[in-house]
Nanobody, 126 residues
Framework: QVQLVESGGGLVQAGDSLRLSCAAS????????MGWFRQAPGKEREFVAA????????YYADSVKGRFTISGDNAKNAVYLQMNSLKPEDTADYYC???????????????????WGQGTQVTVSS
C-alpha cells in the first residue's frame, strides 16, 4: 500500500524559507506524478506544484512560481518542496499527493490524485 508522509512544516516569519519533505513508500513510483497541494482554513484544496517522478517536468501554480521549487530524490523515494520568500497567504496545511497518470489526468486537479499524505502545517506570520 502506497504511503506518503510529509514533514518540515512549522511557524516562520514572512520572507523566511522552509523545505517540506514527502517520504514515499509501498510502491514503485516510476511514471507517477507527484504533487503538492495546500488547504487554508475555510478554503478549498489548491494546487501548488507537481513533477513527474522520473522526468524533469515540473509545474507550478502562478501564486508560487519563482518562489517554490519542487524536486525529488529517486534513490530516497522522496519529493521536496523548497519554499522561499514565504508570505502570510502561504499559510495552510500542505499535502503530498501521488498518482499514476492517465490520458485525462490533470496535474493540478486534486481529484485526479489517488494517494495522499496526512499533511504538514505551515504558518507564516507577518
Amino acid at each position: 500500500q502506497v504511503q506518503l508522509v510529509e514533514s518540515g512544516g512549522g511557524l516562520v516569519q514572512a520572507g523566511d524559507s522552509l523545505r517540506l519533505s514527502c517520504a514515499a513508500s509501498g510502491g514503485t513510483f516510476s511514471g507517477y506524478i507527484m504533487g503538492w497541494f495546500r488547504q487554508a482554513p475555510g478554503k478549498e484544496r489548491e494546487f501548488v506544484a507537481a513533477k513527474t517522478w522520473s522526468g524533469g517536468n515540473t509545474y507550478y501554480a502562478d501564486s508560487v512560481k519563482g518562489r517554490f521549487t519542487i524536486s525529488g530524490d529517486n534513490a530516497k523515494n522522496a519529493v521536496y518542496l523548497q519554499m522561499n520568500s514565504l508570505k502570510p497567504e502561504d499559510t495552510a496545511d500542505y499535502y503530498c499527493a501521488a498518482t499514476r497518470p492517465y490520458y485525462s489526468t490533470k496535474y493540478s486537479n486534486p481529484q485526479d490524485y489517488k494517494y495522499w499524505g496526512q499533511g504538514t502545517q505551515v504558518t507564516v506570520s507577518s
